[in-house]
Each structure stands twice: as C-alpha cells, then as structure tokens.
C-alpha cells in the first residue's frame, strides 16, 4: 500500500557537495602540515618545521575565509532551493 505522506528523497546540489569535499580535502591537507611539523620538529629538522609554519601563515587565514564564503554561498543556495 502506498503511503499518501512519504516525502521524496531529497539530493543536495553539487554545490553542497563541492564545498563538502573542499571541507574534507582541506582539513586532510591540515593534518598532513600538523603531521610533518610534529615529526619536523621530534627530528630536529628546524628549517623543515620554519617552512611549515610560515606557509601556514601565509595561506591558512585567506583560505578559512575562502572556504567560509563558499559554505555560506551553498546554504545559502540550499535554502533557495
């Protein structure tokens, strides 16, 4: 018997599903850098662990906001929709 009220299965836009593997991706590549600084750092690798940190520097903060405008732009979209 079919029921009157079941609601269709709803799919995300590929937006929602880009940003989610932008997410993912990003937040593997941190662990990588927290990794190899760790292990920079356990072998008395200075320069190594110097290169980790200024290029985190430079690029975590602008790509947080980045990602942070494309989460905002695909809820945005998904409550459109």
């Not at 593997?28 to 600084?37: A, D, F, M, P, V």
């Not at 520097?57 to 695909?74: H, K, M, Q, T």
């Amino acid at each position: 018997m079919k029921r009157p009220y079941m609601k269709r299965q709803y799919r995300q836009s590929w937006l929602m599903d880009f940003t989610g593997n932008v997410m993912k991706y990003f937040a593997l590549g941190l662990l990588g850098c927290t990794i190899t600084y760790v292990v920079a750092f356990a072998l008395d690798l200075c320069l190594v662990a110097e290169a980790i940190v200024v290029g985190l520097e430079l690029f975590l903060v602008r790509s947080l906001v980045l990602l942070g405008c494309l989460w905002a732009i695909a809820v945005i979209h998904e409550s459109i929709r």
